[in-house]
């Protein structure tokens, strides 16, 4: 259900996407929604969370590993800023004709991307 709707709010923005549109993709009964989520807020969460835990978690967890060279880190982290933060800008950035809910739900995610992404890049770089 949460990759149905990721495609969705990636593809039409949070206010354009109800409830039942997630479970016409997924052939689901409201019950069945509402038993994971309460809301479409929680499952829009709950797909920035899976986007950010996809692409930055074991990235940051390999540039704290003190093991791990800074020639086999730089890659890694230039495929951070390139295709994790670029990606998410292509895919869920507010449009201009988004809902002032739904640009702020983007850009809450991406400052929680970022967040995730501070101490990881700051220890790098120093």
Do not use: W
Request: with cysteine; charged share 25%.
């Amino acid at each position: 259900m949460i990759d149905a709707a990721s495609a969705l709010f990636a593809e039409k923005g949070y206010e354009a996407v109800s409830v039942r549109d997630i479970l016409n993709v997924v052939n689901g009964a409201p019950g069945m929604f509402y038993y994971y989520f309460k809301s479409k807020q929680d499952i829009y969460l709950a797909s920035m969370e899976q986007y950010i835990a996809k692409r930055l978690k074991r990235k940051c967890r390999i540039l704290e590993d003190e093991a791990v060279s800074f020639e086999e880190k730089l890659p890694i982290f230039r495929s951070m800023v390139e295709e994790d933060i670029q990606g998410y800008m292509e895919n869920f950035a507010p449009r201009c004709d988004a809902s002032i809910s739904d640009t702020s739900y983007k850009l809450y995610d991406l400052v929680h991307m970022l967040d995730c992404m501070v101490v990881p890049y700051s220890r790098f770089i120093l």
